[in-house]
């Protein structure tokens, strides 16, 4: 299936935190094949911590249970990193750490050496006095004096997903939206920045580029700044773009925008930061083993989850949002991305940021595959790989959409050195791959 590219254009705590639920702030971690437990906190459930037994830097995931965060988690854990997850399982389910514990296992298995740690804490990241108490215990005890100098810790990198995600709830209760994604967000970067943490890799949104996307082309980062800024265009004109945020229509896509803006802010506030906004496209697909999946809490809106239904005859048709797009089929095109690339674009942003080649202390990157792909092509290409039709029903456009959203990727190419590897056909496999696992 080809690339595909439009007909014509068209047009201290700054914030309260929740009085939330306090579990656990012991690690729950899974002996490996190659690991000893080893006992070092109390009387918890889950009492058991196999850390020291490994090189002692982590990575801190946010929401590292749920669809982009377990991914990712796989794949820091893959490259060799120590994770601590934190989710309140809010929108992820708890055996998500159980298969990351057997890919994590089975990765390492018959490999020299010990397999990398994951502890786990279940708790709101909002959380600030117990997050607190978890980081302390990833502090260098020996260089920490309050006198001289700045906290070193353990953990020398944060990914941010722990954020609430969908469109229609953040229009019906916006102020749920902004504490916990604006709000905890700032919360949370006063309590790594005591504790000396300044890398930090946030889960953003081509949704920042509101109706700007839609003008045809693939959308570059320069269309959505947060200090004016000065750039040649494909065609060679010099340009100059202002801040601001641009047609954005719901209260989700405003939190990313302003988590943006501050993260700005502070970097350039204090340079030692260095701070890396990730604008995901459309991601889709699962992990090749079929292990480990998309498994949204409540009503799936996105389109691959729906497709999936209709195939599996859970829906009669799949509803398109409009077929009168100034598109080459009339349907929305949109740039799917396969969530393991979109999982290794964290690796590969976070290892360039504590390797020192991000050279501004914040950068936006698009992660997206640079091609699109229509609602029809998506449904065509489920139904190539299945051998199943997947029945449909065209209505009326979904308020707030775009007819056109495409990442230009190229800032990702040159200078995070990374790349899409998988295609639409893909996660298309992949995702019957974890059907036909899950039936047996
Ligand atoms: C949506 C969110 C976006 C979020 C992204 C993350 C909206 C308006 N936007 O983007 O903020 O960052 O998910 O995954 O919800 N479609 C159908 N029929 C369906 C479902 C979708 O035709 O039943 C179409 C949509 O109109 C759209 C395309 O499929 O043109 C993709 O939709 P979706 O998966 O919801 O993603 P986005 O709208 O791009």
Known sequence: MDCFYPTSRSVPSLCSSPSSSSRSSSPSSAKTPATERSVIFGDHDLPFFDSLLHDDRYILVLGGLG???????VELLKAGYNVIVIDNLSNSYRDVLDRIHLLRDRYYQGKAGAAP???????????????????????????????????????????????????????????????????????LLGLLGDHGIKTFIFSSSATVYGTLANSGKPIREEFCVHKPETFEDEDGVVQTQET???????????????????????????????????????????????????????????????????????????????????????TAVRDFIHVSDLARGHITALTSANEGRIHQ????????????????????????????????????????????????????????????????????????????????
């Open 67 to 73: 669809y982009i965060g377990g991914h990712t988690t």
């Open 117 to 187: 740690a994951l502890d786990f804490y279940d708790i709101d990241y909002q959380d600030i006095p117990t997050m607190e108490s978890i980081i302390e215990k990833y502090d260098r005890p020996s260089t920490w004096d309050s006198e001289h100098g700045p906290r070193r810790s353990k953990i020398t990198g944060v990914i941010h997903f722990a954020a609430f995600k969908s469109v229609e709830e953040s229009i019906a209760n916006p102020l749920r939206y902004y504490s916990n994604n604006v709000c905890g967000m700032v919360d």
């Open 244 to 330: 601001g945020s641009t047609g954005i229509t719901n209260p989700y896509g405003r939190t990313k925008w302003m988590c943006e803006a501050i993260l700005s802010d502070l970097a350039a506030a204090d340079p030692d930061w260095t701070i890396v906004a990730l604008r995901y496209f459309n991601p889709v697909g699962c992990d090749e083993s079929g292990i480990l999946t998309e498994e949204p809490k409540g009503k799936p809106s996105n389109l691959m989850p729906l497709v999936v239904k209709t195939m599996q005859g859970e829906m009669e048709a799949l509803q398109v949002f409009g077929a009168n797009w100034e598109t080459k089929d009339g």
């Open 361 to 440: 202390p914040f950068r936006t990157f698009n992660l997206g595959t640079g091609c699109g792909h229509s609602v029809r092509e998506v449904v065509d290409a489920m139904e190539t790989a299945s051998s199943k039709k997947i029945a449909t029903r065209v209505v009326g456009r979904r308020e707030g959409d775009v007819g056109y959203c495409v990442a230009r990727a190229t800032r990702a190419h040159e200078e995070l050195r990374w790349k899409t590897e998988k295609s639409l056909k893909d996660c298309c496999v992949d995702i019957l791959n974890c059907l036909k696992l899950r039936s047996h």
